[in-house]
């Protein structure tokens, strides 16, 4: 039974130490956008530090981090490949859902991911 326990608890804490995103939320005169980047197999400290870190001149960039994404998204870009790079994330998108317009496509062509609508 101890070990069961043990065991139970091991696949708790990797499931957990998987589980990463980060919700980044940027603004400026006439822009609001908010997007939760989930990590699928991006190296940890790569993606806390680089992907949930954008440098967007001229705009106010709030990141917060959590275990998944929150619901609420109007799309959500599963699977998306970065470019030039052998990683994937999902990424969902928040706020105007007219924008999806355009996100679909890039979604599809230029990250070769799945568009899905919540």
Do not use: I
């Given at each position: 039974m101890r070990w069961m326990g043990l065991s139970l608890?091991?696949?708790?804490?990797?499931?957990e130490a998987?589980?990463?995103?980060?919700?980044?939320?940027?603004?400026?005169?006439?822009?609001?956008?908010?997007?939760c980047q989930e990590n699928r197999n991006i190296p940890e400290k790569l993606f806390a530090d680089g992907f949930c870190q954008?440098?967007?001149?001229?705009?106010?960039?709030?990141?917060?981090y959590v275990d998944q994404c929150p619901s609420g998204a109007f799309g959500v870009c599963s699977n998306a490949q970065v470019a030039n790079m052998p990683y994937r994330q999902d990424i969902h998108y928040?706020?105007?859902?007219?924008?999806?317009?355009?996100?679909?496509?890039?979604c599809e062509a230029q990250s070769q991911?799945?568009?899905?609508k919540p």
């Open positions: 608890l091991l696949t708790l804490a990797c499931g998987l589980a990463q995103a980060c919700v980044v939320h940027s603004q400026a005169e006439r822009l609001d956008v908010k997007v954008p440098k967007l001149a001229g705009q106010t960039v709030e990141v917060q928040y706020g105007v859902a007219t924008d999806a317009a355009y996100l679909k496509p890039f991911g799945t568009w899905l």
